[in-house]
């Protein structure tokens, strides 16, 4: 049972899209974070968002947290090659203290 | 920037063989923490160490992983004997305290059981 469901798993898009990335869930999470992954590396950490209904910038990515805490979603504005990479969710369990992640979303942004 | 360290980057053995992996976490960090990543899904946490003891370790199949952290410091995951399934990637984490400090993530070793 996948506790926090990533859509699209996949994206193949030109450079200067746009694109949203989502993150649901029928649980509720204390935080949510949103990881970039590249091919043989480990994730790297891009957010963290703690409060429901919380938006956060960072350059041209826009992430939210939804206000009850169950889903979040990323936003690329004008998308370049160098976004190219796996985007994954991770939701923080208040019980427990377990980091829950998605299965990913394989981003691709052709020149 | 301090960052996880881990080695070897690929390991490649043969099935009964016994492969072992090492992390070093960030320094001062309590919390370490190793996870598996099937290719094709988001990793997943096979065991958690708070200083040198273990707070989680229900995902870990244990009658042939093992997992310790004796100093407090440095960790060794160990897969004894491996199996074709194993092949994965292997992802160590740590962060500073537990549960809500961010956790950062070493590079990984890619395992390849034949």
């Known amino acids: 049972t996948q506790l926090l469901e990533q859509s699209p798993q996949f994206l193949s898009i030109q450079e200067g899209e746009n694109l949203t990335v989502y993150c649901n869930s029928s649980?509720?999470?204390?935080?949510l974070q949103w990881y970039r992954q590249e091919p043989g590396e480990g994730p790297v950490l891009l957010v963290t968002?703690?409060?429901?209904?919380e938006v956060k910038k960072l350059k041209r990515l826009t992430f939210q947290f939804g206000d009850a805490r169950k889903d979040s979603s990323l936003h690329i504005t004008a998308a370049q090659p160098g976004d190219t990479g796996l985007y994954l969710c991770?939701?923080?369990?208040?019980?427990?203290?377990?980091?829950?992640f998605g299965q990913g979303t394989e981003l691709s942004v052709k020149p | 920037e301090a960052e996880v360290a881990q080695s070897p980057r690929y390991k490649i053995t043969e099935k009964s063989q016994a492969v072992a992996f090492w992390c070093d976490p960030i320094?001062?960090?309590?919390?370490l923490y190793w996870y598996r990543q099937i290719l094709g899904q988001g990793p997943e946490l096979l065991v958690q160490?708070?200083?040198?003891?273990?707070?989680?370790d229900s995902q870990l199949p244990k009658d042939r992983f093992s997992a310790e952290r004796l100093k407090g410091v440095d960790s060794t995951l160990k897969i004894q004997p491996a199996e074709l399934g194993d092949s994965a990637m292997y992802l160590c984490?740590?962060?500073?305290?537990?549960?809500?400090?961010?956790?950062?993530f070493g590079p990984g070793t890619r395992l390849t059981v034949t």
């Open positions: 320094s001062g960090h309590a919390t």
């Open positions: 984490a740590s962060s500073r305290d537990y549960p809500r400090d961010e956790q950062y």
């Open positions: 160490f708070q200083d040198e003891s273990v707070v989680d």
């Open positions: 968002v703690v409060t429901g209904g």
């Open positions: 649980s509720v999470f204390s935080s």
């Open positions: 991770a939701g923080l369990r208040s019980q427990g203290g377990k980091l829950i």
